[in-house]
């Protein structure tokens, strides 16, 4: 511990005093008050951990923050769920960095989670934090990454020429369509997690369901078909080229017959110059989406850490059995 700074647990009733840091730190980004109380005050599964780093002389104004949602991974149907928790929020006050606070709220998180009974904790890290993470024990899982498809080659080829390095997506300033009843994907669901039973993969019930969307900003949109199932995405911009990014897919039939039905409905609607997805290679659906014409984007892989805490939790090592989608990561 510094004498500069302190750690503290952040209580839920505490949580927007996050806010100014979140502001600072992502500025360009829109809604980070229903953004935290999304992900720290609502949770149907209850509260995950929330500790930040204040000064010393003031424990109301966090400096630094680490926060985790708890996240219904599952492996089998009617199993047992293990303790999991996904990170989120993840930040250092621009002022304050390089003086070792990162670690420090790390070491102090685990310590945390161990003493309430976690098992293990996942998170997508930026790449310069990947070398920290390892040394505090996480192991990256590979072959989770984004698939892409070009649907207006010319504008995109723009969008890449236009700038140095490649840029961001942005949401469109558009808010939420209202989450479709969970009646009415209940039959998605029931078959989404037959086809998953076995692999690492986010659980939904109705209020989990209701919950995952209900991020007023987020702009979050949806496609439901009584014949072909489930899509959420979103739509924004790259650069000059506009943008869908599929957050998941819930086939109702054979998914080489559903899935392209559904992504056309939504090509159709939108119009987008590009269809993205971010999904692990060993999803059954990744075949699907490949045949489909979408390719693995040449950066490689993402960041996709994980740490056991238990050792029920060094089952989620194994690479071959996660099953993540977009609308699977906090930050979607």
């Known amino acids: 511990m510094n004498s500069d700074w302190t750690v503290v647990e952040l209580k839920q009733e505490n949580a927007q005093?996050?806010?100014?840091?979140?502001?600072?730190?992502?500025?360009r980004e829109d809604g980070h008050r229903e953004k935290i109380r999304w992900a720290f005050e609502t949770n149907p599964l209850g509260p995950g951990i929330l500790m930040a780093a204040?000064?010393?002389?003031?424990?109301?104004?966090?400096?630094?923050?680490?926060?985790?949602?708890?996240?219904?991974?599952?492996?089998?149907?009617?199993?047992?769920?293990?303790?999991?928790?996904?990170?989120?929020?993840?930040?250092?006050?621009?002022?304050?960095?390089?003086?070792?606070?990162?670690?420090?709220?790390?070491?102090?998180?685990?310590?945390?989670?161990?003493?309430?009974g976690g098992d293990a904790i996942f998170n997508i890290s930026a790449a310069a934090?990947?070398?920290?993470?390892?040394?505090?024990?996480?192991?990256?899982?590979?072959?989770?990454?984004?698939?892409?498809?070009?649907?207006r080659p010319i504008r995109v080829l723009r969008t890449l020429l236009a700038r140095t390095g490649r840029p961001d997506f942005f949401l469109n300033s558009v808010p939420s369509q209202r989450t479709p009843c969970f009646e009415q994907v209940a039959a998605a669901n029931n078959k989404r997690s037959s086809v998953l039973d076995g692999r690492f993969y986010t659980r939904y019930d109705d209020a989990f369901f209701r919950w995952r969307y209900a991020n007023p900003a987020a702009g979050y949109r949806f496609v439901v078909d009584?014949?072909?199932?489930?899509?959420?995405?979103?739509?924004?911009r790259r650069g000059a080229a506009s943008e869908v990014l599929i957050g998941d897919i819930w086939p109702l039939g054979t998914p080489y017959r559903s899935i392209p039905k559904l992504l056309w409905r939504v090509v159709r609607r939108e119009k987008p110059h590009l269809v993205t997805i971010v999904m692990s290679k060993t999803h059954p659906y990744h075949r699907c989406l490949r045949a489909l014409a979408f390719f693995p984007d040449p950066k490689g892989d993402l960041n996709h850490g994980v740490r056991p805490v238990s050792e029920k939790g060094r089952k989620f090592l194994q690479p071959s059995r996660w099953a993540l989608m977009t609308a699977d990561i906090d930050t979607y």
Not at 56 to 61: F, I, L, S, Y
Not at 70 to 90: C, D, E, I, K
Not at 106 to 116: G, H, P, Q, S
Not at 226 to 231: I, Y
């Open 129 to 151: 934090s990947k070398a920290g993470y390892e040394k505090l024990g996480w192991t990256y899982i590979p072959g989770f990454h984004r698939l892409v498809l070009v649907l």
């Open 17 to 27: 005093s996050l806010l100014p840091l979140f502001e600072c730190v992502w500025p």
């Open 54 to 116: 204040t000064p010393a002389e003031d424990e109301t104004t966090p400096i630094a923050a680490r926060g985790s949602i708890v996240w219904p991974v599952t492996s089998r149907l009617g199993a047992t769920n293990a303790n999991v928790h996904q990170f989120h929020g993840t930040c250092v006050h621009p002022s304050h960095r390089r003086k070792g606070i990162f670690t420090t709220l790390n070491r102090e998180f685990l310590v945390r989670f161990a003493d309430t």
């Open 226 to 236: 009584a014949t072909d199932g489930f899509c959420s995405y979103k739509v924004g």
